[in-house]
Nanobody, 121 residues
Framework: QLVESGGGSVQAGGSLRFSCAGTPYTHCLGWFRQVPGKGREAVASIYEPGGGTKYADAVKGRFTISQDNVKNTLYLQMNSLKPEDTAMYYC????????????????????WGQGTQVTVS
């Protein structure tokens, strides 16, 4: 079970940090976001071995994904927040998939966190 924390309300230009506890050691983990009426959008993902990362163009240079395998926790540091970053954010862990893992694909996620809301005004 993945448990998220760290959401809230912030003014544009501010920062927030999400945590996702209970992450397994797996080939990849990811963060997604969703606004009402739309599907989940990949935000960032991180890959093992090596710790490589992928980011959506909309968040590159502002968001940083990281993980602590000792604490079994995934993080998302969000800086220079914009109103368009307002969404429900979800962490996810790789499920059982065929082929190369891609935690930027919703279909590759097998376990989701409960979601945490971010509102940027």
């Amino acid at each position: 079970q993945l448990v998220e924390s760290g959401g809230g309300s912030v003014q544009a230009g501010g920062s927030l940090r999400f945590s996702c506890a209970g992450t397994p050691y797996t080939h990849c983990l990811g963060w997604f976001r969703q606004v009402p009426g739309k599907g989940r959008e990949a935000v960032a993902s991180i890959y093992e071995p090596g710790g490589g990362t992928k980011y959506a163009d909309a968040v590159k240079g502002r968001f940083t994904i990281s993980q602590d395998n000792v604490k079994n926790t995934l993080y998302l540091q969000m800086n220079s927040l914009k109103p368009e970053d307002t969404a429900m954010y979800y962490c996810g862990a790789l499920g059982d998939v065929m082929g190369p893992p891609n935690c930027a694909l919703e279909a590759h996620i097998g376990t989701w966190g409960q979601g945490t809301q971010v509102t940027v005004s």
